[in-house]
């Protein structure tokens, strides 16, 4: 389930720690957290300002697991992503 940064931060329960920016100009939240939460539907997602504006003014990105994954486009990232997401056993 996806949370705003602006709310208090519950405990990561989640075994992926996903991270979107809300004002990024190259993803739509809309689109992209579906995406997101097809590769890993208990990961903890949240949506939120992440302070990267000059990186993120000029390309898609998504901190996943303390990792900073760029791509020029929404699509791009998700499949970059794909290989930071930890196995579930």
Do not use: W
């Not at 990024?24 to 890993?40: N, Y």
């Not at 699509?75 to 970059?80: G, I, P, T, W």
């Amino acid at each position: 389930m996806a949370t705003t940064e602006s709310q208090p931060l519950a405990p990561v329960t989640g075994l992926n720690d996903i991270r979107i920016c809300d004002k990024c100009s190259h993803v739509r939240v809309k689109t992209l957290l579906p995406k997101l939460q097809k590769l890993d539907p208990e990961a903890s997602i949240r949506v939120g300002c992440k302070s990267y504006c000059g990186p993120c003014g000029k390309r898609a990105f998504v901190f996943v697991n303390g990792r900073y994954i760029t791509a020029p486009t929404e699509d791009e990232a998700v499949e970059k992503v794909r290989p930071y997401i930890k196995a579930r056993k």
